[in-house]
């Protein structure tokens, strides 16, 4: 028996790559780009209607305190002041942001 010295080396590489690509999904990811879109021309109208209930309570109150106004009402309300019927008066006061 015998001993002797074994000198060895041993050199290993190991390379992966893995890929993953989508070819059909039942049409999953056109449905998915309409309804992105759906819902951007939704919220558009969202904001559209509420720009129109602000006109429309704005416009109501005015109408309101005009109404008021033609009946002898005094009526104060910020910076109008109503006191005959059809003329207002607008204070121009500064008035400060909060």
């Known amino acids: 028996m015998t001993s002797d ?3 060895q080396q041993i050199n290993a590489t190991s390379l992966g790559l893995n890929s993953q690509i989508t070819l059909f999904q039942g049409n999953q990811i ?3 780009i309409k309804r992105s879109k759906f819902l951007v021309d939704q919220y558009s109208l969202f ?3 509420a ?3 602000i006109t429309l309570g704005i416009t109501e109150s005015y109408i309101q305190l005009l109404y008021a106004a033609k009946n ?3 009526i104060h309300c910020g910076r109008v002041k109503l006191n005959h019927p059809g003329r207002a008066k ?3 006061q500064k008035i400060d942001s909060i």
Request: charged share 30%.
């Open 30 to 32: 056109n449905n998915q």
């Open 47 to 49: 904001e559209k209607e």
């Open 90 to 92: 607008v204070s121009h």
């Open 72 to 74: 002898g009402h005094s």
């Open 5 to 7: 010295f074994v000198s």
């Open 51 to 53: 720009k129109n209930d």
